[in-house]
């Protein structure tokens, strides 16, 4: 191992921070005149990440997209985690030019980097996640002078009370909310009310109103069978570590006529060669839904359901992922992909004052 990298063993929970990290370093990389985060390139080249690939708990959403990314195909995470970045950033911007001492709350901070991109010299800035991703990230990033890091659930209400409210309060919570149950997002976002009176946030929703099958169609005729192997290749990838009762889910949920009628991997390779290619092009959608729905427990259409949870809630804005991101220098499969999202309302941006 290169003696200038960090080895960072990865499990659990802590398997979501290397792709948005990525997925920011490489964008900054490949098309800097749109998106540039130097410490994210900084960060990725420094550390080398050991997943824990025998563990029961590593999630198929992770398995496909690695999956994906290897045959170049436009639905690298990296994008959607670049340019929600960027929205990100204007929105706290704008919020700096009227409140410039504000203290600003990165929720489900991971290994995020946008205190390096926005800092102002005179705002206050908190980092918080759980205690072991807090662990991970101060071996990585010391906090640096005017942040502090917070190593608590954001559903502990406790960390409210560590946040000096003097100049205004600016959350960001990207890629965590639909992680949880909307019951837990509601409770969250009540706390929020109750200790941050004005307080503005914003974050992404995911919707699932495509129902997958659009998506499927923005591949080109000839690459829909490589992408079908390798969705099934990353299948049984997973099924070889997978618990009996993730995998009965899997296949429970999956959207074609006819399912597998065992459970053994052969059974499962039995199946795909007897189905015609129609039934394989809904098989791969079904695996595609089943998991969105394992990273989007909550799903959100309309921001104005905000003012129904609670009306201290203000909608201020919801604009697509990729709202305003010049398209011109980016690949055909990555405008065709971008233009998807946002005509699809498959990913939006969420700005509410609390």
Same mark, same amino acid.
């Given at each position: 191992?290169?003696?200038?990298?960090?080895?960072?063993?990865?499990?659990?929970?802590?398997?979501?921070?290397?792709?948005?990290?990525?997925?920011?370093?490489?964008?900054?990389?490949?098309?800097?005149?749109?998106?540039?985060?130097?410490?994210?390139?900084?960060?990725?080249?420094?550390?080398?990440?050991?997943?824990?690939?025998?563990?029961?708990?590593?999630?198929?959403?992770?398995?496909? +997209?690695?999956?994906?990314?290897?045959?170049?195909?436009?639905?690298?995470?990296?994008?959607?985690?670049?340019?929600?970045?960027?929205?990100?950033? #204007?929105?706290?911007?704008?919020?700096?030019?009227?409140?410039?001492?504000?203290?600003?709350?990165?929720?489900?901070?991971?290994?995020?980097?946008?205190?390096?991109?926005?800092?102002?010299?005179?705002?206050?800035?908190?980092?918080?996640?759980?205690?072991?991703?807090?662990?991970?990230?101060?071996?990585?990033?010391?906090?640096?002078?005017?942040?502090?890091?917070?190593?608590?659930?954001?559903?502990?209400?406790?960390?409210?009370?560590?946040?000096?409210?003097?100049?205004?309060?600016?959350?960001?919570?990207?890629?965590?909310?639909?992680?949880?149950?909307?019951?837990?997002?509601?409770? +969250?976002?009540?706390?929020?009310?109750?200790?941050?009176?004005?307080?503005?946030?914003?974050?992404?929703?995911?919707?699932?109103?495509?129902?997958?099958?659009?998506?499927?169609?923005?591949?080109?005729?000839?690459?829909?069978?490589?992408?079908?192997?390798?969705?099934?290749?990353?299948?049984?990838?997973?099924?070889?570590?997978?618990?009996?009762?993730?995998?009965?889910?899997?296949?429970?949920? !999956?959207?074609?006529?006819?399912?597998?009628?065992?459970? #053994?991997?052969?059974?499962?390779?039995?199946?795909?060669?007897?189905?015609?290619?129609?039934?394989?092009?809904?098989?791969?959608?079904?695996?595609?839904?089943?998991?969105?729905?394992?990273?989007?427990?909550?799903?959100?259409?309309?921001?104005?359901?905000?003012?129904?949870?609670?009306?201290?809630?203000?909608?201020?804005?919801?604009?697509?992922?990729?709202?305003?991101?010049?398209?011109?220098? !980016?690949?055909?499969?990555?405008?065709?992909?971008?233009?998807?999202?946002?005509?699809?309302?498959?990913?939006?941006?969420?700005?509410?004052?609390?």
């Amino acid at each position: 191992m290169n003696r200038d990298k960090v080895k960072v063993k990865l499990s659990g929970v802590s398997q979501t921070l290397w792709a948005p990290l990525r997925g920011r370093a490489q964008v900054s990389k490949e098309h800097s005149s749109l998106f540039y985060d130097a410490k994210a390139i900084e960060l990725a080249e420094k550390i080398e990440m050991d997943y824990d690939s025998s563990a029961s708990d590593v999630h198929f959403q992770v398995i496909m +997209f690695n999956a994906i990314r290897k045959l170049n195909l436009p639905v690298d995470p990296g994008l959607f985690t670049a340019f929600r970045a960027k929205q990100f950033d #204007e929105k706290a911007k704008a919020f700096f030019t009227e409140h410039p001492h504000a203290c600003v709350v990165n929720i489900g901070a991971g290994l995020d980097t946008t205190f390096y991109r926005v800092d102002n010299g005179t705002i206050h800035w908190y980092d918080l996640d759980l205690p072991e991703v807090i662990d991970i990230r101060r071996q990585l990033l010391p906090e640096p002078d005017r942040v502090t890091y917070i190593a608590k659930s954001l559903l502990d209400p406790s960390w409210c009370k560590d946040i000096n409210t003097e100049g205004g309060v600016f959350m960001i919570a990207g890629g965590v909310l639909p992680y949880f149950e909307e019951s837990q997002v509601k409770q +969250f976002f009540s706390m929020l009310a109750d200790n941050f009176p004005d307080g503005e946030i914003v974050f992404e929703a995911m919707s699932m109103s495509d129902g997958g099958r659009l998506w499927i169609n923005q591949f080109p005729q000839e690459q829909r069978g490589v992408v079908q192997t390798a969705l099934m290749d990353a299948m049984k990838d997973w099924w070889e570590k997978a618990p009996r009762d993730q995998k009965d889910k899997m296949i429970a949920t !999956l959207e074609t006529p006819v399912n597998p009628k065992g459970k #053994e991997w052969a059974d499962i390779e039995a199946w795909w060669d007897q189905i015609s290619d129609k039934e394989k092009g809904e098989a791969i959608v079904g695996l595609m839904m089943s998991a969105r729905r394992e990273v989007s427990k909550w799903t959100l259409e309309d921001a104005s359901e905000f003012t129904k949870w609670d009306s201290r809630i203000t909608v201020i804005d919801q604009v697509p992922t990729f709202r305003n991101v010049p398209r011109d220098s !980016l690949s055909e499969d990555m405008r065709r992909f971008m233009d998807y999202s946002d005509e699809s309302g498959r990913s939006t941006i969420i700005h509410l004052r609390v």
